[in-house]
């Protein structure tokens, strides 16, 4: 991997830290149960994709944001499952 490619998933990893709140319902934090939300976790995939993220830290990502949020345990856990299934069909 070259400089140019580590600093390119660095900028893409704190982009996604920074907007992986949209990808959640605001009211009830469910993870793309709404059509808006859905398409701000596409945009999301996309760019995880092109920058060569893995499922892994997409699954940090969510889970701290979900544990800043306040979330239960089991909402935590049926959000990773959805976070899971959503970009595991793009990353690895």
Not at 25 to 36: E, S, Y
Request: glycine share 8%.
């Amino acid at each position: 991997m070259t400089d140019k490619e580590k600093t390119n998933k660095i900028d893409a990893l704190e982009e996604i830290q920074t907007r992986i709140g949209g990808a959640f319902g605001t009211a009830d934090l469910i993870f793309a149960g709404h059509p808006l939300d859905e398409g701000r976790a596409k945009e999301l995939r996309t760019l995880a994709f092109a920058n060569n993220i893995t499922l892994n830290e997409i699954q940090n990502i969510s889970l701290g944001y979900l544990y800043r949020k306040n979330c239960s345990h089991v909402h935590t856990k049926e959000q990773l499952k959805k976070v899971t299934k959503f970009f595991g069909k793009k990353l690895k």
